[in-house]
């Protein structure tokens, strides 16, 4: 037989942004328990609403399962005496394990011979073990923050007001501080009144439902969808698609009721970007676009309750948003009264980092390094670099930006266009902070990306160079995402640039710092820490680990190149003269890698086969060159993997390891010189043949 378990958790409001990771930490808690607890089940749903936690499991077991357990004893000859008897050892053991000694059984474990207690433990019934299994779970179930209150030691989230903890229809006793378990929950805060009693999970669910909370989340989010979506319609208008805000809601909210809002046209004057920040952010509205996908004076809320005087509720969020906008228009107004240049002139007065000096100097040492990289790449005009660099962070002295810290770059694009700057320049003052986050757009102009670029290559040198380094979780300069930009807009526009040369020029740009770290030091872990990051995006990539790995053992500091060998490598892998390669090339490195000379003579070659594998590697050789230069990795393979059967021929004839030195030598530079154009790809004894 088996009954439903159910147990709830009230507590004061929770935080949204608890709740996702908190369902799975109590799903994940839950089955690893009753696994621990040997209960069978047959599955376990965990739902969640801003007052309550619940665990639902279906069709518990009433018993646990019954246990073997086998416990390993001495070795049979220390659990013996030598006449054959119970020894000291064997008869403690026994003893020990409850058990007589003629019940111990005698195992062999690979070459030994042991005594082991085998026996059965009867299951207990479930309902003897659900006080300590679900306290166990209340109490360690995990927070990203947590609190005390009153006197009690015990820690949650926020303070539990109730506990609802039911085995079929009988009641599970349970205690945590001063709240112990009943029968009864609660409904909605302002829909429903006092408690509720509840005899089982079915009346439970409908008592809730009854009540105005809608308790699973998945429908809870569905719900608000649907009816986001029909608002929108009925106002021939489109929601913006938000899912974060969307899963934010879901969190905030037991029985959601979405209504239309508006606001004057008059404030459209205001960038959309402020609009629909201060509505999502502050507000945690939807924005609405009409069919041209331009910005409407309207929003859609949601509502924690019903449609009752829903008038009221859609005239008090109007009048809240219009401050909001009114606020932002001012802002707006007063920033633009300016050029933007104006707002430069006190950047000086700005901390960019204690070490680093301020925001003027930052920009300085900006503009030299995307001047440099500019002329590296060929790309854009030092006039062009030099005014994006000068005006990049001018909107932070801005009071919009002082007042909507994530419209940094945006709001400088605007005051750049308002002010009459070139289109470049207004794109580029944005480009550079991109990409913000996972998925974000690249910069798509040429001074936007050696910005950019200059940018991320400003804030990791800097902070190398004065010892700042992400240190496992900590990152409080967000270095592994600049990085990881860094990267991806090298890849996604095939730059060839030399970091080590860039990160060079970086290192001197800091010359006042007077950096904690000496030059060469600085740029080499600089150089491993964008290539540890290349490494992960090239693994997102599906390129298997192996690859990656064999074309890291040849390091670089042009990450479109190491792209390129593994690309090659990969090709290699699938291809019909991968056996032919990995034969040339095992059998050159296999006997070479130790040897450290590369110069050898050719007259001193005896047989025909190693004569003829050298006019084969002489013949070869220019050709790889030439395609390594080129970048054809490819080709490069392919003509090595030519060589196989002269490499056949070779090792049939002769013997390497040859009592004359100088024969010796000249058969082990052949080799050298094989495995040598091979690791200008990729060290190929990393890969998983």
């Excluded at 994530?406 to 470049?424: C, D, K, T, V």
């Excluded at 990795?633 to 003509?639: D, E, F, R």
Aim: net charge negative.
């Amino acid at each position: 037989m088996a009954k439903d378990l159910l147990l709830e958790i009230g507590v004061e409001e929770l935080p949204s942004a608890f709740l996702p990771e908190t369902i799975n930490e109590l799903q994940q808690l839950t089955r690893s328990s009753l696994e621990n607890y040997r209960l069978q089940y047959e599955s376990i749903k965990v739902m969640a609403t801003p007052r309550r936690l619940t665990v639902y499991i279906k069709e518990l077991a009433e018993q646990q399962a019954d246990a073997r357990i086998e416990n390993r004893g001495p070795k049979k000859e220390i659990a013996f005496d030598k006449d054959g008897n119970p020894s000291k050892a064997g008869l403690g053991f026994a003893r020990g394990q409850g058990m007589n000694f003629e019940e111990l059984e005698i195992r062999q474990v690979g070459d030994v011979e042991y005594v082991f207690a085998c026996k059965t433990e009867i299951g207990n019934a479930t309902t003897d073990i659900l006080t300590e299994l679900l306290q166990g779970i209340i109490t360690s179930l995990p927070f990203p923050k947590s609190m005390r209150w009153g006197n009690f030691s015990m820690r949650f989230a926020r303070p539990i007001r109730w506990l609802l903890a039911l085995f079929g229809s009988d009641l599970v006793s349970l205690q945590i501080e001063n709240i112990a378990s009943d029968r009864y929950t609660y409904g909605h805060r302002f829909l429903s009144q006092g408690k509720l009693e509840i005899k089982d999970s079915h009346q439970y669910f409908k008592q809730l439902q009854d009540h105005y909370v809608i308790l699973d989340q998945d429908e809870r989010r569905d719900l608000i969808r649907q009816q986001i979506q029909k608002v929108a319609a009925d106002m021939n208008a489109t929601a913006m698609h938000n899912p974060e805000l969307l899963e934010e809601i879901t969190y905030l909210v037991e029985y959601p009721t979405a209504f239309y809002g508006s606001f004057s046209p008059s404030y459209l004057q205001v960038p959309a970007e402020v609009l629909t920040t201060s509505m999502i952010e502050h507000q945690r509205y939807f924005p609405l676009y009409d069919k041209a996908g331009k910005l409407m004076p309207g929003f859609i809320g949601v509502r924690n309750g019903n449609d009752f005087s829903l008038d009221v509720v859609r005239a008090g969020n109007e009048r809240v948003l219009r401050a909001r906008l009114e606020d932002a228009l001012f802002f707006w107004n007063e920033d633009t009264r300016q050029p933007i240049e104006e707002m430069t002139r006190n950047l000086k007065e700005v901390l960019f980092q204690e070490r680093l000096g301020n925001l003027q100097e930052k920009v300085d040492r900006l503009a030299v390094m995307a001047r440099y990289i500019g002329q590296q790449l060929s790309l854009s005009e030092p006039d062009l670099i030099n005014r994006s660099a000068t005006l990049c962070k001018a909107d932070l002295l801005s009071n919009m930006v002082y007042e909507f810290p994530e419209l940094q770059g945006i709001m400088g694009r605007y005051y750049a266009q308002h002010s009459g700057e070139e289109a470049e320049v207004c794109e580029a003052i944005f480009e550079h902070y991109l990409p913000r986050f996972s998925g974000d757009n690249l910069p798509a102009t040429a001074t936007g990306t050696v910005l950019s670029l200059a940018e991320k290559v400003h804030n990791l040198t800097g902070c190398f160079a004065i010892g700042f380094r992400p240190s496992g979780s900590q990152d409080p300069y967000a270095l592994r995402r600049q990085a990881l930009g860094m990267v991806n807009i090298i890849l996604s526009q095939q730059l060839e640039l030399d970091l080590k040369d860039i990160f060079a020029t970086a290192y001197d740009c800091f010359e006042m710092v007077k950096p904690d770290i000496d030059k060469t030091t600085a740029v080499n872990e600089l150089n491993d820490f964008i290539l540890q990051r290349l490494r992960g995006i090239l693994m997102e990539r599906h390129y298997s680990y192996d690859v990656v790995d064999a074309v890291l053992a040849c390091p670089s500091s042009n990450i479109t190149d190491l792209q390129r060998r593994v690309e090659a490598v990969n090709q290699l892998k699938q291809s019909g003269y991968y056996e032919d390669f990995m034969v040339v090339y095992n059998r050159a490195n296999n006997l070479s890698k130790k040897w450290e000379e590369d110069s050898y003579s050719a007259e001193v070659l005896v047989d025909d086969s190693e004569k003829h594998l050298y006019q084969q590697i002489k013949a070869v050789g220019p050709r790889i060159e030439q395609a390594v230069e080129q970048h054809n990795y490819t080709l490069a393979i392919q003509q090595l993997a030519e060589l196989r059967p002269a490499v056949d021929a070779f090792f049939e004839a002769v013997m390497v390891m040859v009592d004359d030195e100088t024969l010796k030598a000249a058969r082990m530079g052949m080799l050298k010189q094989i495995a040598a154009s091979c690791h200008l790809i990729a060290q190929f004894n990393k890969l998983v043949q």
